[in-house]
């Protein structure tokens, strides 16, 4: 049997712990399925003292990740502390400095630094590995390099946020306004300190902009993503698209065209019947679609302790296995820099608004969106109590931007009351 | 750049045209992601002269697959022939001791010769490995042996043959006998030249079969899976199952307990809301359930030339990057023999008999059943012009033997006309 493999690993929160669970409870089964041991060296954390239910006897502690990243006794430096610069990206460097394999969860470092990274890792023959970064226990990095290597991708959408799908699900389930199930998922700890990075789309923008990079041979952009957050969701919005047959998620599309890398981290509607319209709770789900393979769906749960735990061992085992395909399925070198489309590919959309309650309202506003070439599909005014008259309106297929401009052009009318909501519907 | 990887394959049906062109087409793709050429050396198949709409004029030809396997030219022998034995095995065997990695779509072939394949393949410090085999474009052979190795798996259940749900979704779409669809499967050239591979459920159990070997660590056992083809569903059973809220599907689960390993492949009974039961067409779906990573569910095309030279390509490419990972996920020789556990899992299940119309018929049918210790969850008696009147039983929770003793005492009563069916009802 060939030498033990020996992490450093650096966080010991949820993910952090969960592994070293997955070490001490399967030692047998990681040797036997990669001919070798795989055993902690060394940990480090914020506070040495917290009881975190695992014993850490064993291993040796460093205060310092940049030190626990550059000991002798570590051949793989696992990042598990999040950020995406600070020490996190300090020990990274550090340990591909010092010749260290480097497996991480941390989708911001990489969204923001994984070009650099990834190049600095490969001229040294070392590699960077992410799969937890991503749909937590779905092994959709592995898929997506490996699995359809041998595909032309020409478009990647997925629900990649468990936060943000537990909300708008809940919502749904018991007729709860969206402050309502924030302030929920924030008592059971959902949210990040920061709850933008989930609710605003950030952090399933950044999964997307990494899996974007693999798809199609390009440099991560992650400022190239257009992103709308789910603040903006009313619990009406969510029963006129069921009323409808559509269910509301925040969906990532990455696609590759003639006019450039589309990416997009929004609110759409998709058909209720169709597998993201399915998709409940805090589950992940990424769709894949592939020249030669068609479409490929994946399915599990997007975070959690045993689920990202599971993905971070599954690339520590790649290693131990002598697994080494570069970071982003191709070496950072050949990477290329995409022109960013803007998202002009046609969709229908939802359009819902407050009309000020005077006579030829809704009729100035289906003047502008004649005007503007756009053809209603279904249009709803419903009775109401206030000042204003909400309205809901389907449109045939038609650009963002051209939507842009009739929002643009309606508001110049008067009649509107606060700011339209505009969604996109995704025929998945 | 590294030297290019020269390929063999032997056949030309679907497959093999589908990876000669994607070959063909992705060849800077194929070199950007694996960092060297991927080049076909020769090619073999029956007939020389048959147009495949390929060109294959710059590819040596070899009648003999041996012959084909041995060449010096070639680095990894792709064996898309197919039959458990005869030149597939043979030529596989040849691949093997003249050094050469194999990738090969063939499940019956490993089903029955996997283990031997595997151990002398080890032997020599080669790899075979066999992605399109089971479940097509769907990289699950992937998921199970490297993304989700850090899990102690807990069960595999899974449609793994796109005939048999095209049959079962296809009759109760457009309320047509088995018979009916059977013809028009046939006729669309979806059923192997011996349909009991199909509709038998033989080549389902030998794709379950492989998937529980890397799952559970223990020697392919295909004699071991308790196989129950389709033949046997009647439109009016999948119109009653739907009525109570269910699909037939032919499933397989695979499952380790302290029994030992159970493998069955049998139409049950799923909720029709759940994502096998929606599962429409000739599409595969497996769900994977592991101890840390919880439940993953993949879905794609099960067969078709597209997506299983997807798969085939993707082993090839692992190799040319490098991937050796054991056929079974670890070492041949250390897979252990699992024992055999019957299918004694209590669960519902769903029995259809047609009993002999006179009086006290459906009494002696209720007491035999209360006489087992099998309770009753819902009984149906149908309005009836035969002689004989359709009865329809759902049970609560028996074991399968009981139910089986259970069917020999209603025999004996000489009330039944025909075999009762019974399908075991899987609250997936």
Redesign the interface.
């Known amino acids: 049997m060939a030498k033990p493999l020996r992490l450093g690993i650096a966080g010991l929160g949820t993910v952090g712990t969960?592994l070293v669970k997955?070490v001490q409870r399967?030692a047998d089964?990681?040797a036997?399925?990669?001919?070798r041991a795989v055993v902690i060296s060394a940990v480090s954390a914020r506070s040495r003292d917290k009881d975190r239910g695992v014993r850490l006897g064993g291993y040796a502690w460093e205060d310092d990740p940049v030190a626990l990243a550059q000991r002798d006794d570590v051949d793989v430096f696992v990042e598990l502390m999040g950020g995406a610069d600070g020490p996190a990206l300090t020990a990274t460097q550090a340990a591909i400095a010092a010749g260290k394999d480097v497996v991480t969860a941390n989708k911001a470092m990489l969204a923001l630094h994984g070009n650099e990274l990834a190049s600095a890792a490969e001229a040294a023959d070392l590699v960077i590995r992410f799969?937890a970064a991503v749909a937590g226990?779905?092994?959709v990095v592995?898929?997506l390099?490996?699995?359809?290597?041998?595909?032309?991708i020409a478009r990647i959408m997925g629900v990649m946020n468990g936060t943000c799908n537990f909300i708008l699900t809940k919502m749904e389930a018991e007729n709860l306004t969206y402050d309502a199930v924030f302030a929920e998922a924030d008592s059971l700890g959902y949210l990040e300190a920061d709850p933008t990075l989930d609710v605003g789309g950030i952090d399933a923008g950044h999964k997307l902009s990494l899996l974007a990079s693999i798809a199609f041979?390009t440099k991560v952009d992650f400022d190239a993503v257009r992103l709308e957050g789910i603040e903006k969701i009313t619990i009406e919005d969510i029963e006129q698209a069921a009323d409808m047959g559509y269910r509301i998620k925040l969906l990532g599309v990455a696609q590759m065209s003639g006019r450039g890398l589309e990416q997009r981290m929004s609110p759409c509607l998709v058909p209720a019947s169709s597998?993201l319209g399915?998709l409940e709770g805090a589950t992940n789900m990424v769709v894949l679609n592939?020249?030669?393979?068609?479409?490929?769906?994946?399915?599990?749960?997007g975070a959690?302790e045993?689920?990202t735990?599971?993905?971070v061992?599954?690339d520590?085992?790649?290693i131990a296995?002598?697994?080494?395909?570069s970071t982003f399925?191709?070496?950072a070198a050949?990477l290329t820099q995409a022109k960013t489309a803007g998202s002009n590919v046609p969709a229908p959309y939802y359009l819902r608004m407050q009309l000020k309650d005077k006579p030829g309202a809704l009729a100035k506003i289906a003047t502008v969106l004649g005007d503007s070439g756009i053809s209603i599909d279904r249009m709803r005014q419903y009775s109401h109590s206030d000042p204003t008259a909400p309205v809901l309106i389907v449109t045939h297929k038609t650009s963002r931007p051209a939507l842009g401009e009739a929002i643009a052009a309606m508001a110049a009318t008067g009649v509107l009351a606060g700011e339209p909501v505009a969604l996109r519907i995704e025929e998945v």
Chains 1, 2 share one sequence.
């Open positions: 969960g997955i399967h089964l990681l036997a399925r990669t001919g799969e226990g779905i092994p592995k898929a390099s490996e699995g359809l290597a041998a595909n032309e041979g597998p399915q592939g020249d030669a393979v068609g479409q490929i769906v994946l399915r599990g749960a959690g045993g689920p735990a599971s993905a061992m599954a520590v085992m790649d296995r002598g697994i080494r395909v399925g191709q070496p050949s």
